[in-house]
């Protein structure tokens, strides 16, 4: 899958962005604030309709302009073009697809899985679980067809329980939800089993090419007692979750620790291999992707110079060649771009034009 033509208007610093990518590895090269990042987000934002960078949507609105418009033709595995386009007003995205209004986000995302590699990635390790948890649903959501509607009735349940616990209500109100809560979260588990076990023989690959060194483990915790079905753990836990209001266990409360041999990757590694780490766990999700369903992700590969040498650098490249899709990689400039990387289109931005190079 890949991008062909992705329009921009009125995002971040751009006031108009037009570019026809080529279908493998596109550089962008420009000085620092000319717009890089944004250009990389405004993808991600047509996959995923937020932003990297945790910025709120409507900070991404240029300033002065009332709303930002990002269109793009999409080149499925299939070769079927797709035009999906996005408008964020303040408060209000609308997100459109193929002539279609107002599509569910869940359209959206299946149409353009995109995937980001930032200087930040090190968060995966090195901050709370709800990134991991992002990070894993992502490709048990692309992988696991059942993922979904699953994590929809879980939900929609906890949404109810929760409610219940809120308000004080008595205990057969609260209960009520359980039987439903647990049919939900044996799913929701399920698929994410099932998709680490798929990870675990894609990983030691990708580790062994960009890092060279280490086992790579993945603890994977349910978000409920691990010496307990989920049933039994929202029992003993009702005093509490009553007193707390709302419910302590369950798939929301996953976690996917990341460990090299017998450490925890956090306090092993040094912060340039906690980034080729990162690194190699999302390449992994994207060749898991393409091996499972077929479908190679669009990579977003901001500044890989950042922290980075030239051999992890170089690996990295060899990783992402290999995975034969389309990448968009940014650079300071272009001296930094890893020997040996193939052919590619150049873009280079300055002053909020882009350029294309040789
Ligand atoms: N909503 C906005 N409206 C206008 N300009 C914005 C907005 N949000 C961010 N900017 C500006 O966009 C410019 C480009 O930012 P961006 O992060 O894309 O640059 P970059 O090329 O990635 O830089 P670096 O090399 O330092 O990472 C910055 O000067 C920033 O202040
Ligand atoms: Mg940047």
Redesign the pocket.
């Known amino acids: 899958m890949y991008l062909r033509r992705v329009d921009i208007r009125n995002f971040?610093?751009w006031e108009r962005c037009r570019i026809d990518p080529a279908s493998g590895l596109n550089l962008i090269i420009?000085e620092?604030?000319?717009?890089?990042?944004?250009l990389l987000e405004a993808i991600y934002f047509l996959g995923r309709a937020r932003s990297f960078r945790q910025t709120p949507p409507n900070?991404?609105?240029?300033?002065g302009a009332d709303a930002f418009n990002l269109n793009a033709e999409v080149v499925s595995e299939d070769r079927r073009p797709l035009r999906i386009g996005i408008e964020r007003k303040p408060g209000n995205t609308r997100l459109r697809l193929d002539g279609r209004e107002d599509v569910p986000l869940l359209d959206l995302v299946s149409a353009l899985p995109v995937q980001v590699i930032d200087p930040n990635i090190h968060r995966l390790l090195e901050e709370g679980p709800r990134h991991r948890r992002r990070y894993l649903d992502w490709g048990v959501f692309h992988v696991e067809h059942g993922f979904f509607p699953a994590w929809r009735r879980y939900r929609r349940a906890l949404r109810q329980r929760n409610g219940a616990l809120r308000r004080g209500l008595p205990k057969t109100d609260v209960i009520v939800w359980d039987s439903e809560l647990v049919h939900a979260a044996k799913d929701v588990d399920a698929c994410r089993r099932s998709y680490l076990h798929a990870l675990e023989r894609v990983l030691p690959e990708m580790v062994g090419e960009i890092l060279g060194e280490g086992e790579v483990v993945l603890d994977y915790h349910p978000g409920w007692p691990l010496d307990e079905d989920y049933g039994s753990a929202l029992l003993h836990s009702l005093e509490r979750d009553r007193r707390m209001g709302f419910t302590q266990h369950g798939p929301h409360r996953a976690d996917l620790r990341v460990r090299v041999a017998s450490m925890t990757a956090r306090d092993w590694v040094s912060r340039g291999q906690q980034k080729v780490l990162t690194a190699a766990l999302l390449l992994a999700q994207a060749a898991l992707l393409d091996r499972r369903r077929g479908i190679r992700p669009v990579l977003l590969i901001d500044?890989l110079a950042a922290e980075l040498g030239g051999t992890y650098r170089a690996a990295v490249m060899r990783a992402i060649g290999r995975l034969r899709g389309q990448c968009f990689l940014?650079f300071?400039d272009e001296a930094l771009v890893p020997e040996g990387t193939g052919e590619c289109a150049m873009f280079h931005v300055e002053h909020g034009r882009v350029r294309r190079g040789a």
Not at 32 to 38: F, V
């Open positions: 971040r610093c420009g620092n604030a000319s717009g890089k990042t944004s900070r991404l609105i240029r300033r500044d940014t300071l």
